[in-house]
């Protein structure tokens, strides 16, 4: 594999967006835009109750706001995921409800309402193939919905397991194995042997008692491979997780997530988000209003892999960097979102 860590990297801040009049909560890039040609897209999520849509222009290379979905949800939208046809845009809110939004030719029609979550819905999730969506929430549940034509949704599971809010649901990137983390300090990993069947059980706790967070778990994401997965906490501290994914491929029954290392000493207050890039460079962001960057080192593989800061940007906010993430396309750029209710867009570029 190349190794990042040899090369100069400096990050450029290519733009600010303003729109939004609360805090920036979470970001989702369109999967189908930024590349072969067609125009990057993300959308942002806000406490000011509203969704905004942002393209680049080809022209100019600015961003600007093409659409403001809104008057659906009554409280805070806490998470925002796409399809990965890129069509439909589900939104999680306060407001105890999950919002299906619709791209109809630019103009984003609400086509379906979820509900059954008792509070807050904090995290949203599609799976790889467009079937599944995932939700969860401050009830302490994870809901498994089928998509269905027509725009329905049917819930088909309704998973109890964790002990406190449910803080982020992520699907594999390959497999329909669903991923939950949770004020409660762990991950679990649920998964159903028929995917025909509805059902879904937990096959894995990640706690402390096994290398786990001693706190809030608070996003996940995973390598591009899928056979990965980086967490990030209130512990102040990043994990690395590896499982033999081919295995579970092959029909093999389950494979057990394993712990491979952990990223300590960097940031000095919460992280709340944390994303994996293509090339395999996790970004960061937290409370200590930074963003960061760490690659695998090509050292001491010894005692498997290790992990260096590839870049600190202090101040990269004015408040807590709420979310990060890397866009598709072929560039290196970043999207981070902050209480200081701004959006900015990053480079990562090489200065060699």
């Known amino acids: 594999m190349e190794f990042l860590d040899d090369g100069n990297y400096e990050l450029r801040e290519i733009q600010t967006l303003e729109g939004h009049t609360d805090r920036v909560w979470s970001l989702a890039w369109k999967p189908t835009a930024g590349v072969d040609g067609v125009a990057p897209v ?21 961003w600007n706001c093409k659409a403001v979905l809104e008057e659906m949800h009554t409280r805070t939208v806490r998470s925002c995921a796409w399809s990965p046809s890129g069509k439909l845009l589900a939104t999680a809110s306060f407001d105890a409800t999950t919002c299906i939004w619709e791209d109809v030719g630019g103009d984003y029609e609400c086509v379906a309402t979820l509900e059954g979550h008792e509070n807050e819905v904090k995290s949203v999730s599609w799976n790889a193939s467009g079937t599944l969506l995932a939700t969860c929430g401050r009830d302490k549940s994870v809901w498994i919905w089928e998509v269905m034509p027509g725009n329905e949704f049917e819930c088909v ?12 649901v992520q ?9 939950s983390c949770s004020y409660d300090n762990t991950i679990k990993v649920w998964w159903a042997e028929d995917t025909d069947s509805d059902n879904w059980h937990c096959v894995q706790t990640i706690s402390e008692s096994n290398n786990g967070h001693s706190s809030t ?7 591009a491979k899928g056979d990965k997965l980086v967490s990030c906490s209130d512990d102040l501290t990043i994990k690395i997780w590896g499982a033999d994914i081919t295995r579970m491929q092959s029909g093999d029954g389950y494979a057990s997530w394993r712990h491979l290392c952990t ?32 690659v695998e080192s090509k050292d001491d593989l010894i005692d498997g892999p290790s992990y260096k800061m590839l ?42």
């Open 263 to 294: 990223i300590s000493g960097y940031h000095d207050r919460t992280i709340f988000s944390v994303h994996w890039s293509r090339e395999g460079i996790i970004a960061s962001g937290a409370a200590d209003d930074s963003v960061q960057f760490f």
């Open 311 to 352: 870049l600190k940007k202090e101040k990269a906010h004015d408040m807590d960097v709420n979310s990060v993430q890397w866009s598709p396309g072929e560039r290196r750029l970043l999207a981070s979102a902050s209480d200081d209710g701004m959006i900015k867009i990053w480079e990562l570029a090489n200065t060699l």
């Open 157 to 168: 599971s309704v998973l109890q397991g964790h002990a406190q809010d449910v803080k982020m």
């Open 171 to 179: 699907w594999h990137p390959t497999m329909d194995v669903l991923f």
């Open 42 to 62: 993300f959308a942002s999520c806000s406490g000011d109750k509203t969704v905004r849509i942002w393209e680049q222009s080809a022209s100019s290379r600015f």
């Open 217 to 223: 778990i608070w996003a996940l994401s995973f390598n």
